[in-house]
């Protein structure tokens, strides 16, 4: 079975403008091979690469999260070889968190820097709490994966506060934690409950301009580093249409 455990998906009348302001503001310098961000899009690379299932990791600005949150639950619904993510901010009624689960939701994710918000902020305690009681992973963007640097909410010590502190709760640390293989070896002793993606890191292709560890370009590497910190906890993921989960795989 293969699982993308990391993807985005728009509606088709917002996807083109969503993807251009995102590479734009991020300096990321798309090349003909970025995905269309569509749901037939990511269909079609997921018959193509036989991909079983796809992690819809979706999230956008505080003010537009219900909406999203929304929009993805119903994709989840009408295709479901996709499994849903929500997003959360400081102050979520933790009785709507609560409903988007029953709805089929899996986890959470958090991309803390353009959400600007900090992951220790003590509005998420009560998020953070609901996770830790039923073991709900926490997925988080993890440094930066271009040229454009916002804030400190994605920077490797901001979340590592999270993972220590919450030690019941699963966190996927996505991009392999910016892709600098001696943050991840600490990071994997430090916290056993913490799981790194390979989105954007390990990549069969460059869709956008890429600034992460070219360490991770040697096989050889790879395979060791992965020996190192265990295989059971390094999930596959995409990004895409960022990246190309065909080429990927």
């Not at 269309?36 to 505080?62: Q, R, S």
């Not at 640097?149 to 590592?160: A, F, K, R, S, V």
């Amino acid at each position: 079975m293969i699982i993308d455990g990391h993807a985005h998906v728009y509606a088709e009348k917002n996807a083109e403008r969503i993807i251009s302001s995102f590479t734009d503001l991020h300096h990321m310098e798309p090349t003909p091979s970025l995905g269309k961000g569509t749901v037939p899009d990511l269909i079609e690379k997921m018959e193509a690469g036989n991909t079983d299932y796809t992690v819809l990791a979706n999230f956008g600005p505080v003010k537009s999260v219900d909406r999203i949150n929304e929009w993805t639950l119903a994709a989840a619904e009408n295709f479901r070889r996709f499994i849903p993510l929500v997003s959360v901010y400081p102050g979520i009624e933790i009785k709507k968190l609560a409903g988007w689960f029953r709805r089929g939701a899996k986890g959470i994710k958090m991309h803390n820097g353009i959400q600007n918000f900090a992951p220790d902020d003590p509005g998420l305690r009560p998020v953070y709490a609901f996770c830790e009681r039923y073991g709900i992973p926490i997925t988080f963007h993890c440094g930066e994966t271009s040229r454009v640097h916002l804030n400190e909410y994605t920077d490797i010590p901001c979340l590592m506060k999270a993972a220590e502190q919450y030690p019941g709760i699963p966190f996927v640390m996505t991009h392999l934690m910016a892709g600098d293989p001696e943050t991840v070896y600490r990071a994997a002793e430090t916290c056993p409950n913490i799981i790194f993606d390979t989105s954007i890191t390990v990549t069969g292709e460059r869709c956008i301009h890429r600034i992460h560890d070219d360490f991770w370009e040697s096989d050889e590497n790879t395979v060791r580093a992965f020996r190192k910190i265990g295989c059971r906890r390094i999930a596959f993921g995409s990004d895409y249409p960022f990246g190309n989960p065909v080429r990927d795989i």
